[in-house]
């Protein structure tokens, strides 16, 4: 079997046993585990998921976040994050209330010229313009609470909180108003009496 850089024509890291640590860890467990309990696109509105998926899902993203609590070094909201995810692993809620991905979708993205070299994302720790191409979103709480989308997007889709302030991002939809049972023409079905 060739190697990557064999089959794809590119030249070998100069560097391949670098130092520096992942910029974040993979979420593809969590990601799986998700969707055994996103209710969002399920036609049965009284569909409920496990609670030991529910538990896993919570519990998967607070072992990512712990391995970037390990390269980041020092405390920050992201402390907070993790004891949240464990404390609900233990206890977890009858339903994931986090945001849908049109929400994600919609999220404004913050451009690249805007970014300062001191600025980073608060739940990773690196520096937006550490990376090539960053994808920064500004969430509608704050204005200064920028994140990398691929760190707030895991945390959004089990909490509609942020988690700088838990303010609540999702606006609650009023329930809609009670029929009006009033009959048109004021006579009764015989079929139904």
């Known amino acids: 079997m060739a190697s990557y850089e064999v089959e794809h024509n590119v030249k070998p890291p100069a560097n391949p046993t670098s130092s520096n640590p992942p910029r974040r860890p993979d979420l593809s467990t969590f990601f799986s585990t998700l969707e055994h309990v ?21 519990r998967t993203l607070g072992e990512a976040f712990q391995q970037m609590r390990l390269y980041r070094g020092e405390e920050g909201p992201l402390d907070g994050m993790i004891e949240s995810l464990f404390a609900e692993a233990e206890q977890p809620p009858k339903e ?58 895991p945390w959004l889709k089990l909490h509609a909180t942020c988690p700088l302030d838990r ?17 048109e023409d004021g006579e009764w079905d015989d079929m139904y009496a």
């Open 167 to 183: 303010k609540n991002l999702v606006k609650e939809k009023a329930p809609p108003p009670p029929p009006d049972h009033e009959e």
């Open 96 to 153: 994931v209330k986090g945001v849908s991905q049109s929400f994600l979708d919609e999220l404004e993205r913050v451009p690249r010229k805007i970014l300062k070299k001191e600025m980073d994302c608060p739940i990773c720790g690196n520096a937006f313009l550490d990376d090539e191409y960053p994808l920064v979103v500004r969430l509608p709480c704050n204005r200064s609470h920028m994140f990398d989308l691929e760190c707030i997007a």
């Open 38 to 58: 996103d209710t969002t696109s399920v036609s049965n509105s009284n569909a409920q998921p496990i609670p030991s998926d529910v538990s896993a899902a919570f």
